[in-house]
């Protein structure tokens, strides 16, 4: 690991790092000088010569990197990616609860909850560091960027491991509403107990026929609404697109799915159709103080359009 980065964070995030490697006696080190082992092991996105230029690489001790610097075998780099102009997402980033360990909030779909791809800035925890003033901030599970809903942070880094174990373990009763299609012969409530897979490089995920259940959730109708139904769902576990899929897969796809049943390759600065899919509810033992915390989500289905 690193040593302390010298550089602030930057839109609530940390500086990215290399290291050169250790020197090896028995083979001839290839490059002479700083500048051309950058420009051989820094990401083909970075453009290396302004920023060596600018002076924006820079050394454990915030000393600005040069690029005819000689070459120094383990040593440390650190510096700020460029981002792409992001479009702010549409929606309310809501507090539902803070105290000094952890913040509940609220997010609008189209909000990742991390920093992921071509979402940075557009980021939940991006955001909340930068404006709250809490670069420690860390969310203690995430929701899918399309989904809405309540999600856990922990405010500092001590609180992490608690928080952290209670969403692993299972403990958090996590409830969440749906709109789709009203099916008639659909029996409610019903548990749907199958295997859900990622299919890797297509951001999908797949059920997977005859592996072992890793994916359960408990679905009931909660209210009709002519040719759709709000679907109150319990997940039991929480696997990728699991609630997505196993709504399909009973006859009725959550209304404004960009990828299920279909892939609709929906851009992913189009804001217009949000997924009809809220995390309304959360409810846990507090593992610091044993105080049973339960919060709901201001939103209801359906989920404005833009």
């Known amino acids: 690991m690193p040593p302390r980065s010298p550089l602030p964070l930057r839109h609530g995030l940390s500086a990215a790092w290399v290291c050169t490697p250790h020197r090896d006696p028995t083979r001839p080190v290839p490059w002479a000088t700083m500048g051309q082992w950058l420009r051989d092991h820094v990401d083909a996105r970075v453009a290396v010569e302004p920023m060596l230029a600018a002076g924006r690489f820079v050394y454990a001790d915030a000393r600005p990197v040069g690029d005819a610097d000689p070459y120094r ?54 955001r909340l560091r930068d404006e709250l003033g809490l670069p420690d901030l860390t969310p203690m599970h995430r929701l899918d960027r399309v989904t809405s809903g309540l999600v856990v942070c922990a405010v500092g880094k001590q609180w992490r491991g608690a928080y952290q174990s209670m969403f692993a373990q299972g403990t958090v009763r996590k409830t969440y509403r749906a709109l789709a299609p009203w099916r008639a012969d659909l029996e409610s409530p019903t548990t749907v107990r199958n295997h859900v897979a990622p299919i890797p490089g297509t951001g999908r995920a797949e059920v997977v026929p005859g592996a072992p259940v890793n994916a359960e959730t408990l679905v009931e109708v909660e209210e009709r609404r002519g040719d759709l139904a709000v679907y109150r769902l319990l997940p039991r576990t929480g696997r990728t697109h699991q609630l997505r899929l196993h709504l399909r897969d009973l006859g009725a796809p959550i209304v404004d799915d960009p990828l299920y049943p279909v892939d609709l390759e929906v851009d992913v600065d189009d804001f217009s159709r949000p997924l009809q899919l809220l995390a309304s509810e959360l409810e846990y033992l507090d593992p610091v103080d044993g105080v049973r915390r339960r919060f709901a989500s201001p939103r209801s289905v359906p989920l404005d359009r833009a």
């Open 73 to 126: 075998p383990h040593t440390f780099v650190w510096f700020h990616r460029d981002l792409r102009a992001e479009p702010p997402v549409p929606g309310t980033l809501t507090l539902v609860h803070r105290d000094e360990r952890v913040l509940v909030v609220d997010k609008p779909a189209f909000l990742s909850t991390v920093p992921r791809g071509r979402h940075v800035t557009q980021s939940l925890v991006v």
